[in-house]
């Protein structure tokens, strides 16, 4: 079938699809651990949302499966083969700096603002009326169908570790919860905790470091840490930091606790874990400042170890820095330092190239951690996603999407994380377009209603190509 086809008709679902996108988008699907129970595992408001998609898919004539509140499917068609589409109902809380209310969805200018609209109700939507287009088009798809959708994608997706547990896992599958043409690789994603012993502050120095912080999440670039001093020379202090942040051209604050103590403050600009090339690391500028003051000598080494070991995102400081032409360089994110008890505890996000074993380097950091007497734990583990470009699937989504918008297009790989991930062999696509601005987890995330419709006519094609191939 020609693409207009499906656009057509994508179009005279229009209606429809906003009616229901914007009832979900109603629904406060946040998590929430004080309306929590048996039957609603991550919140009230999570477990509404599920019920709702679960409802219109019953109503539709699809067959429909509740896993225990943690997650469910709406199914359609027969066979052996299973064909997984992966998204999510629950959202990020709404935050500040929304222009209305972030739980009544709003048309304006041809977009619809909501949260979640983008990430990732509105693209499971799209997955949704995809799926009831073919059935109406009286397509027999000899293959079974399924939309997974979890309900802990923002924080832990114990939701997916549930379902897996008492479900089938698909032959193979996309995700909606991302951007086109199609993403084939997903770096590995690795949280490692760094246990570091610091000297007492005891020596000849005439300043004392009394606490130290900075962050509060791994996958983050810090945009703010903190040190609180003990000195009798105050207004030294105080110009040497002035004069810092000047010449760094970054923001500061020093607040005087009393006449011995004081807390120094130092502003970064925060990024995604993923590229923390394009953010200003706070925590590295704070222990940069600290360096320049009258600490005891051994502290002030200690904090120029760490340092270099951890101030490059690239990870030549801990010499783990690879590369691949797939997924391109591992990338090494400092998010948290907390000072406690004459211990240093940094944690530590990387995620590194999918054709290069965790294998390869991670031996490096048990050397160093050795070396210096550091312990070193890990937190989470996520291996990485690679489903090459001339595997069969990655073709015809590929082509889908280049008949439908006329671009010639190359897979893509990111460093984030999707839902790809859990499947035996899936990848991300859509429903954000290229050129579209990625307005996930920000005040007045919006996704232009037309794309919608777009993604629906390209979601219907890619299935019916699917189920007419062997893969």
């Known amino acids: 079938m020609e693409p207009s086809v499906f656009l057509n008709r994508a179009e005279e679902m229009k209606e429809e699809l906003l009616e229901k996108l914007m009832h979900i988008l109603s629904i406060p699907s946040i998590y929430d651990p004080n ?17 709702y998609m679960l409802n219109i898919g019953k109503e539709e004539g699809f067959r429909v499966k509740n896993v225990g509140g943690y997650a469910g499917h709406i199914e359609w068609g027969e066979g052996e083969e299973l064909v997984g589409i992966l998204g999510h109902v629950d959202v990020v809380p709404p935050g500040s700096g929304w222009s209305d209310d972030p739980f009544r969805p709003y048309l304006k200018d041809e977009k619809l603002f909501a949260r979640g609209v983008q990430d990732d109700k509105g693209p499971v939507l799209a997955a949704f009326f995809a799926m009831k287009m073919l059935k109406e088009m009286g397509i027999d798809p000899g293959k079974r169908i399924r939309l997974i959708l979890g309900t802990d994608e923002e924080r832990s997706w114990k939701c997916m570790d549930h379902y897996f547990k008492h479900e089938e896992m698909p032959d193979y599958g996309f995700s909606p919860d991302a ?35 900075g962050g509060d999440r791994l996958n983050m670039v810090p945009a703010s840490a903190q040190a609180v001093l003990q ?18 051209k970054i923001d500061g604050n020093i607040e005087l606790v009393n006449s011995m103590e004081m807390k120094v403050i130092c502003y970064g600009k925060t990024a995604h874990g993923s590229t923390p090339e394009q953010g200003k690391n706070a925590i590295m500028f704070l222990l940069e400042f600290l360096t320049g003051l009258d600490l005891s000598h051994p502290l002030k080494e200690k904090l120029k170890k760490i340092i270099g070991y951890f101030r490059s995102t690239s990870g030549k400081g801990l010499q783990i820095h690879s590369r ?13 330092l907390r000072w406690e008890q004459k211990h240093m505890n940094i944690g530590v996000n990387i995620r590194y190239p999918v054709t ?14 050795e070396l210096e007497g550091w312990s070193v734990n890990t937190i989470d583990h996520m291996e990485p996603l690679y489903v090459p470009q001339d595997d069969l699937l990655v073709k015809i989504l590929l082509n889908t999407y280049e008949n439908h918008t006329g671009q010639k297009a190359k897979p893509i790989s990111i460093g984030g994380a999707t839902y790809a991930r859990v499947l035996k062999k899936g990848v991300a696509y859509g429903a954000m377009f290229p050129d579209r601005p990625d307005t996930a987890h920000q005040a007045d995330e919006h996704m232009i209603i037309d794309d919608l419709v777009r993604s629906t006519a390209i979601y219907a094609d890619a299935l019916l190509q699917i189920i007419r191939h062997k893969i």
């Open 356 to 369: 290069i074993p965790i294998e390869n380097w991670y031996p490096q950091i048990l050397s160093v951690a």
């Open 324 to 336: 691949d032409d797939v997924s391109g360089s591992l990338t090494l994110n400092t998010g948290t």
């Open 231 to 248: 000195t009798p020379k105050q207004d030294s202090v105080k110009r040497l930091f002035e004069t810092y942040v000047t010449d760094r």
């Open 179 to 213: 951007e086109f043409p199609v993403i084939h690789a997903e770096k590995g994603l690795i949280d490692l905790a760094f246990h570091i012993p610091v000297p007492e502050n005891e020596g000849n120095g005439n300043v004392q470091l009394l606490q130290l912080s």
């Open 35 to 51: 309306t929590a129970d048996n039957n609603a595992p991550f919140g009230k408001g999570i477990r509404e949302a599920l019920d």
